[in-house]
DNA sequence: AGCATATAATAGCAACTGCTACTATATTCA
DNA sequence: TGAATATAGTAGCAGTTGCTATTATATGCT
């Protein structure tokens, strides 16, 4: 009731974020982590900034997940030959190995935090957090709407 | 589509406290102390231990979380007479005036959030969200059901 | 060519989060 | 009463996140 959406999205990230990392504690890596490889494994190549464009965090944000990944040996950073303050980023065939593991667990840990929904709730509410992310993603970016 | 519902919620939510931050900046609060202190205008007087579970975060991670807040000037924590090891809390009258002015930015930056959603589709919106967040809850607790 | 401006990435700082390990106090039970 | 166990809270460490400022390089304009 005076719950608002806000935080209430914030507490199921995080519980979600804490099982998934639970899971995964052997492994050595955590929920974002594996979120970024199963984007770089998409994009590879990819330069930073749009990267974290891509991911909508900032560019320090990702540039401190790069140096932990890369640390870990799963992604590996190359000098862009066209702009030397570049890297383009590559994953590292660890990583991959890592990402076949980890899909059906993630899959099956979606899977309890979405029980008792059915399947048209399903997609209701991933409709429906979609929306709300296009506004917040919208109002984030409006900063460089007068010059146009 | 390959979007899980878990990185679209830690998404959303991360987008929407990056929005309230930046409307707080001056204020000096951010969007999770604030939260904080809502629980805490409803509770005056709960001991550290409670509130965590309450919020369901780690009592490390509210003890550090009262901290700052202490150290703002905000919530003053006071010696449990029945107990040398706890701590009980209250806000100070700072904090309930800070409440006051948040209040309707909390609910006018959930209305832009909420854009394009009608009243019903809010009202499943947090219904969904909220089933999730119960499962998730539920799966943490289970460790203690063996003894039972 | 040379200067002004923009861009890619990073450094410093700080808040949020949780795991493991620890201290201090309380409770239970022999 | 005294030892074993449980509980309240905290310290250390590490990952995620963003703001502001900075460095290095590229681009645009004269």
Known sequence: ???T??????????????????RTKDSG???LQWRLI???????????GPLAELIEVEPITLSRMVD???EAGL?????DPADRRAWQLYLTPRAGALLNGM??????LTAEATEGLSAAEREQLIDLVERVRANLSRRICQKEKETA
Chains 1, 2 share one sequence.
């Open 38 to 48: 199963t984007y770089l494994k998409r994009h590879e190549g990819i330069r930073q």
């Open 103 to 108: 899909r059906e667990m993630a899959e099956a």
């Open 68 to 70: 932990r990944l890369v």
């Open 75 to 79: 992604v590996e950073r190359r000098a």
């Open 5 to 22: 959406i806000g935080f209430l999205l914030n507490d199921t990230a995080r519980l979600f974020r804490r099982a998934f990392n639970a």
């Open 1 to 3: 009731m005076n719950e």
């Open 29 to 31: 890596i955590t929920a």
